[in-house]
């Protein structure tokens, strides 16, 4: 059930990131540049406010590293990047297998 659920998210990312991919694609077209559009500008567009109160429970109930350098570098990545290194690490974790013990040893 969990692999299940791991391989979904991960299809998920998977599909958006292709999705981010293309906008960039086409934006960059258009420009004659390129153009990558930043996590925090997407994450703002799809739920306003949201950033900002995960900042402030990251560093009021984790810890302040997880918000300022942690977050503060992963907002500034082009979307597409971090939806596939997601869809990749899902991915991988739904792969894992759990080993055998063996009788002799």
């Known amino acids: ?12 990312c998977l599909a958006l990131a292709v999705i981010f991919a293309v906008l960039d694609l086409t934006r960059s077209i258009g420009a ?36 300022d350098p942690v977050l503060a570098t992963f907002v500034t990545w082009p979307t597409f ?4 290194g997601l869809a990749l690490l899902f991915g991988f974790l739904a792969r894992l297998r759990r080993r055998k013990r063996s009788a002799i040893g």
Do not use: K, N, Q, Y
Request: glycine share 4%; no cysteine.
């Open 81 to 84: 990047a971090v939806l596939a």
């Open 1 to 12: 059930m969990i692999r299940f659920i791991l391989v979904t998210i991960s299809i998920i």
């Open 32 to 67: 004659d540049a390129p153009v990558l559009t930043p996590l925090a500008e997407s994450w703002d567009g799809i739920a306003p406010g949201t950033r900002e109160h995960l900042a402030d429970w990251l560093a009021s109930t984790v810890h302040p590293f997880l918000d």
